[in-house]
């Protein structure tokens, strides 16, 4: 393939490295362009935060660096700007100008590539330096992080001087290096192939604030300095042993410091340090901080990563203090969207001026550092019930959102295709480490293989678990631990993956509540005991970057409920379906009757893909009776409780017909069950069981009159995966005199998940991968 050759110009110090590219010589393999006037042109990655192959794209062209329009862009664009820069491909792009706004001009504008050409100039726009938009509608590109066979020039670029690309702490204590989160330590940033120093000059809280949250935690703390101050090599007679001794290990190596940062000056709210004041040495050489030292940064973890004593109390504080905020539909922790809780109604704050300052509030509000991305557009899917916030704005220094201003909102101003998410910055745990998938065709799925330890050789040993009784909740911990989105699904047999040599089970009996971060942090058998031995029976998972999310809509279900006393002899349908009471059986059929409890349910799909039954329509079941195929055995549970939680009644509702009853105005219909047709639930859409259907009911024959709570699972036994279970499940209060009853106060939200996880922590192996 032709190409050109790249060629490095140094434009000062403070422009860094450019990507020169022009048309002298074919070499392989960076294709680049020129501009239609023949001057070479350049390209670079710009904006903060960002990594090294991501940013704000700005072409050279003309003697003027400018920025492209996001208008009309596309992924092809992005693998032909990535190719430009080095990159094999793009993984992706992003549009309103996400890594900040540029300057100068807008050179190109409706830019349509096929993703084939070898530059930018090949693709279709509307000409250089002709468009219609403003710098709010900068595009970027993701790069793949692969680099194209032999070219050599480097695209990490320091595109304005208050660039800073990664940083990290780096413990000096032997015992702190051996635990993660990293919490205190000399602050280092990425300068070149190696890490440089910060010096402390007037360093503030306000800087380790910004320091700390970058890493992933929500407040700073402060250090002992002196116990990091360097001391002479010459140790004084009066000075105990074991305090030199301690000392002078921090900083053996003290002639390797390196200073790239000084007269750092945060606000203390800013997302990143590269938003902050500061200046860079003009050379990385020893000496230059004078009277002063390295930056010393210590941070308070949030209460899902805290760790020895602490951890019990902080996660107790985290469930008494966060009451009336979370998250909802992230595949991350630290991420999805944004809700809140007004008048017990959970509800969602609208998009509109939602920023990163007021993004920061809430990731450190729940225990992360600042936010890496204020999402916009119901990007972690639409949430449901009111909108409580808008225009929420936020300082940055507020302890909780409810303390920044916003106005109110009504569903008719904002909808909940605006609802507003979040993604933090959490701490580097390592998780991923411990854990890996083999034998899959793609780096979502695979046979799951767990770490045992460092071998004689220092590598890890790995082994298998079993999968008898391995399911969708255990699933979703693994695939949230390897950073690979959603489980899809939990797979008890994996023998066509058996591509590695590993062959000994060494874990068995999982069982997760599915919101764990690591497998590590699930239960399981003491000692193996697997009922089926041989590496086909090992556990996999197939994950996803999306998943479904089911909500029921609580207010139909108390508009509609009432009781009918149906006859025998028009039950004998629900009968073979088992929808009624076990005393059915003993009934004088077809005389007599059955006391029904009927209401309607509108089940909604809010997630990001749609819900499709586990098994394919090759294994659903027809019944004759009722005319219609079944694609799951059980689709909905619908219980009868006494207020201490004991069963009186119950009912259970097979997949009659998985279709898109109705959907939202701009979503169409994809699923419907007319000629047999394909089942399922469109993302926006929603399925309606009215009450007037065989088994939309529960049978009360036997009930005594009192007072029930009304409970409605969906999705019970976890046969389809979602993006959250936890919203799966709905309860009412019931009053019943023996002749009417009343429902009232319905609502959805994490009692039902609280309740399983107590009685899981209480009888562990009793939950089995069913509701509790």
Request: net charge neutral.
């Amino acid at each position: 393939m032709g190409g050109v050759r790249g060629r490095r110009e140094l434009f000062g110090l403070l422009c860094g490295v450019w990507l020169w590219v022009s048309a002298a010589e074919p070499s392989p393999p960076a294709p680049t362009g020129q501009s239609r006037e023949g001057s070479p042109l350049q390209f670079r990655l710009a904006g903060y935060p960002r990594k090294h192959n991501e940013g704000r794209i700005e072409i050279f062209h003309n003697q003027e660096w400018g920025t492209i329009c996001d208008d009309d862009f596309t992924l092809a664009n992005a693998h032909v700007l990535c190719r430009h820069l080095g990159f094999v491909a793009a993984t992706g792009w992003t549009h309103s100008a996400k890594y900040g706004k540029g300057t100068g001009r807008i050179w190109l504008d409706n830019v349509n590539c096929g993703g084939s050409e070898k530059s930018v100039v090949e693709c279709r726009s509307r000409g250089w330096g002709n468009s219609d938009c403003s710098h709010e509608e900068d595009a970027g590109v993701i790069c793949k992080d692969e680099r194209i066979a032999g070219f050599v020039d480097s695209n990490v670029i320091e595109t304005e001087q208050n660039q800073v690309e990664e940083l990290h702490l780096r413990p000096v204590v032997s015992q702190a290096k051996r635990s993660l989160p990293v919490t205190e330590g000399i602050v280092e940033v990425r300068y070149k192939n190696s890490w440089a120093q910060i010096c402390d000059a007037n360093w503030t809280s306000q800087n380790s604030r910004v320091i700390c949250g970058m890493l992933g935690f929500p407040a700073e703390k402060k250090v002992n300095r002196n116990f990091y101050r360097p001391v002479s090599r010459v140790r004084p007679k009066h000075r105990r042993r074991e305090d030199f001794r301690g000392t002078k290990r921090l900083y053996a190596q003290r002639h390797q410091l390196s200073y790239r940062l000084h007269s750092v000056s945060c606000l203390g709210n800013e997302v990143h340090i590269s938003m902050c004041s500061f200046e860079f040495y003009r050379s990385n050489a020893t000496g230059v901080c004078k009277g002063g030292m390295p930056a010393v940064v210590g941070c308070v973890p949030g209460p899902l990563f805290a760790t020895g004593s602490a951890q019990k109390k902080k996660r107790q504080q985290k469930q008494q203090g966060q009451k009336h905020l979370r998250l909802k539909g992230g595949a991350k922790p630290g991420e999805g969207r944004v809700e809140v809780l007004k008048n017990n109604e959970w509800g969602t704050i609208c998009d509109d001026r939602w920023n990163l300052l007021s993004a920061s509030v809430v990731c450190r509000e729940l225990g992360f550092g600042s936010a890496k991305e204020a999402l916009t557009g119901a990007r972690m899917g639409q949430g449901m019930g009111p909108i409580h916030m808008n225009e929420v704005q936020c300082a940055g220094s507020e302890r909780s959102l409810w303390s920044c201003p916003y106005k109110n909102i009504t569903q008719e101003a904002c909808k909940h295709s605006e609802d507003a998410g979040v993604r933090c910055n959490v701490p580097y745990m390592g998780y991923e480490t411990t854990i890996r998938l083999s034998g899959g065709r793609s780096r979502f799925e695979g046979r799951v293989e767990v770490a045992l330890g460092a071998g004689s050789n220092g590598t890890h040993q790995w082994g298998l678990i079993c999968g008898d009784g391995w399911g969708t909740l255990a699933a979703m911990v693994v695939c949230r631990q390897l950073g690979l989105g959603f489980a899809s699904q939990g797979l008890q047999e994996t023998w066509y993956w058996d591509a590695s040599n590993v062959t000994e089970m060494v874990l068995s009996g999982v069982k997760c509540t599915g919101q764990e971060m690591t497998l590590s942090h699930c239960q399981h058998h003491n000692a193996v005991n697997c009922p089926k031995t041989g590496t086909r029976f090992a556990a996999g998972v197939i994950c996803s970057e999306t998943a479904s999310d089911l909500l029921l809509h609580a207010p139909l279900v108390q508009e509609t409920a009432y009781i009918e006393d149906r006859p025998l002899h028009m039950l004998y349908c629900a009968a073979e379906e088992n929808c009624l009471s076990s005393s059915a059986r003993n009934a004088n059929w077809p005389y007599g009757h059955r006391r029904l409890l009927r209401f309607s349910s509108q089940i909604h799909n809010n997630g990001r893909a749609d819900f499709r039954p586990k098994a394919g329509r090759h294994s659903w079941v027809w019944h004759e009776c009722h005319g219609h195929y079944h694609s799951m055995d059980i689709f909905t549970h619908y219980d009868l409780l006494t207020a201490n939680g004991s069963k009186v009644a119950e009912g259970h509702k097979a997949s009659f017909c998985l279709e898109d009853t109705e959907c939202h105005e701009d979503v169409g219909k994809r699923y419907e069950c007319a000629n047999f047709g394909e089942q399922g639930i469109t993302v926006g859409c929603w399925d309606l069981y009215r009450h007037d259907i065989d088994c939309q009911w529960i049978d009360i024959t036997d009930v005594q009159p009192g007072n029930y709570i009304l409970q409605v699972v969906i999705n019970p036994r976890y046969e389809v995966a979602e993006s959250d279970f936890t919203n799966n499940a709905m309860k009412c209060n019931c009053k019943y005199d023996g002749h009417r009853i009343w429902v009232h106060s319905c609502h959805i939200g994490d009692a039902l998940s609280d309740e399983a996880s107590r009685r899981f922590e209480q009888y562990p192996g009793q939950l089995n991968n069913q509701v509790v």
